[in-house]
Every structure is written in structure tokens, then in C-alpha cells.
DNA sequence: TTGACCTTGACCATTCCTGACTTTTGGATA
DNA sequence: TATCCAAAAGTCAGGAATGGTCAAGGTCAA
């Protein structure tokens, strides 16, 4: 089995210990514990941990630092908003983006004011300083990160 | 917990008792009563009780000598998130953001879900694809362009 | 063979905690 | 009154405890 599987496994089963759906480790404890290096956890959490699978990750450096973990469904698809997070591929274009969010408020699933909130975030108007060709991703990127900000 | 927890904790208590919002304390004497050196305290107040999270700060040296913490509450009548918004600069931490939000949110000028949303979107999670040195003028730039949005 | 996924380690950034040294203030004293 | 002293609070640099980033290279299945 792959490090990187054995390290996904075991967040898995905090989150299932847990209960609540959030977990917390110390990612130097759980490197040593699981005998690998530090930063092939932020790997892990970077590739299984995502906003697609449902996850939601914060962390905090410095003495008292911790990562944490939050699932935010239990099954695919579960909600109207995993639903949109797992069609939204890696670039989105800031029409599109306009108009799923439109579509939400549309069905009565956000409020007027969340929506403007997110067009706001979405529209090229706040990107002035981020290179064109990665617009599109980091467009989708806040998309999904807001949208699984609102589950639960 | 960490020893600035337990200060802070202490601080805010001191706050909510006192029902002015107001509170007034002896550094020497609370550092003693809590088990750490003086100056942890004026870490706390640096870091804990800014202007961004609502907090006032003054004190006195001296005989009779004193720290006063002061809760300040954002206007509602001419738009706060304009007062907001004028005060962020070009760049603006992680940190910072999310103690300007959650202050919002404490004041009941956002609801949860807003401050959710924007959280979500100020949080470097999302900024994986951006370049680090500009991460800072971004998240300054979508700060105000979501705060904007929210004045009607 | 090649491209996607995995692994590692060197270096960076942030937060917390302490103690030595500094500044300010009011009151005691010459 | 002019000085001095003691009692406050302030500053700052350094070290420890965390987590983050990135580039270089390894593995493996199609």
C-alpha cells in the first residue's frame, strides 16, 4: 500500500472516530507516526482532501498550530452544491461561473446577498493582479471553496 | 491550551461582566494571577484585541498605572462595509481578513452564511494556483470587491 | 516510453513565549 | 521646589514550536 494511501486511511478513520465530521492532528506527530515526511501530508490533503471529495481543510502554523479537517458530505452527491463543485472542472470562464450562480439563486438555494457575494469574488474585476492564463483556474478554485463552505 | 488562549479568554470574560464594554486591568497583577510574564499580556492585546477584531486598547504607565480594553461597535447607519473597505489597503494577510470578518459576523452586520462564503474566499486554501507574492494583493482585492457588493 | 502520481528534503513563514532593558508617572524626600 | 525612587507598562530580539512551498527525482501502469 502506498504512503500516500496509508496516510488518507488513517485521516479517514479519525473522521469516522470523530464523529462530529472534523478531525484535528499536529502534522509533524502524524508524519512521525506514520513514518513518512512532514510535507507528504500536506500532499495527501492536497490530493485526496479536496473540495470535490467533500472536504474542507484549515490549518494554523506557529506554537498551538494544528490542521483540521472537515467532511462536509457523507455521499456523493448529496447535495445541490457537491453536485455543482463536482461539474465545475479545473478552469471557469467568468460567464459561466455568473451563471451557475445565478441558476443557484434561481432555485432559491442561496440568498440574494450570498449571491452577490460570490459574483463579486468571481468576476474578473477582483483579478486585475493575477496573470491571465490562470485566471480560469483560480476562478473555479473559489468557486468550489465557497460552495462547500456552504454545505451543512 | 495555549497561554495566549487562556489570557485572551480571560480578557474577553472581563468584557462580557463588566457589561460596558469596557475593562480594566493591572498587567503585573494579571500576568501573576495567570502564571506568565508581563509582557505575554501585551502580546495578547497585539495580536488578539486590534482595531480589525473591534477592540480599543489604552493604558497608562506609572503609579496607578492600567490597560483599558475597549469593545467598539461599527455604525450601522452609513454603511459600514464602506468604512471597511476604505481602511483595507492594497494588501491584506490571511489573518487579518478573517479577523475583519468574523468581527462583521460578531457585530451581526453579515450573516453566518456570508461570513462562510467569504471566508472561504479569503482563505489561501483557494489561492493554491496564485503566485505567493501577489496572494496578499488579491485577497485585498476580493475583500473589497465582496464588501462592496454587500452595500445596497 | 511516457505521463500521471508519489516521495523526499531543503528552505520558508507564522505564532507563541521569555527575559533583559527602556520609558513613564506619581509620590517621597532633601 | 527639585530630585530621586519605586511602581507601573512598553519594546524588542531570540528561540522554540508549528505548518507551507517547491523543485527534483522516483514509480508504475497504459
Known amino acids: 500500500m502506498r504512503l500516500t494511501d496509508e496516510i488518507a486511511a488513517y485521516i479517514l478513520q479519525m473522521l469516522e472516530l470523530a464523529g462530529d465530521g472534523e478531525a484535528e492532528l499536529r502534522r509533524n506527530e502524524l508524519a512521525e507516526a506514520l513514518g513518512c515526511v512532514p510535507s507528504q501530508i500536506n500532499y495527501v490533503l492536497t490530493s485526496r482532501f479536496t473540495p470535490e ?38 478552469e471557469i470562464s467568468p460567464v459561466t461561473a455568473q451563471a451557475i450562480i445565478e ?8 440568498s440574494r446577498n450570498i449571491s452577490r457575494v460570490m459574483l463579486a469574488a468571481l468576476s474578473d474585476q477582483a483579478y486585475r493582479d493575477i496573470p491571465i492564463n490562470i485566471r480560469d483556474r483560480v476562478r473555479a478554485s473559489l468557486l468550489k471553496q465557497m460552495l462547500t463552505a456552504l454545505i451543512t
Chains 1, 2 share one sequence.
Do not use: C
Not at 483540521?68 to 453536485?83: C, N, Q, T
Open 53 to 90: 471529495q467533500g472536504f474542507i481543510v484549515e490549518s494554523k502554523r506557529g506554537g498551538g498550530g494544528y490542521i483540521r479537517i472537515r467532511r462536509v458530505k457523507l455521499e456523493r452527491g448529496v447535495s445541490p452544491f457537491m453536485h455543482v463543485v463536482n461539474a465545475v472542472g479545473d
Open 103 to 110: 441558476n443557484l439563486e434561481d432555485q432559491g438555494l442561496i
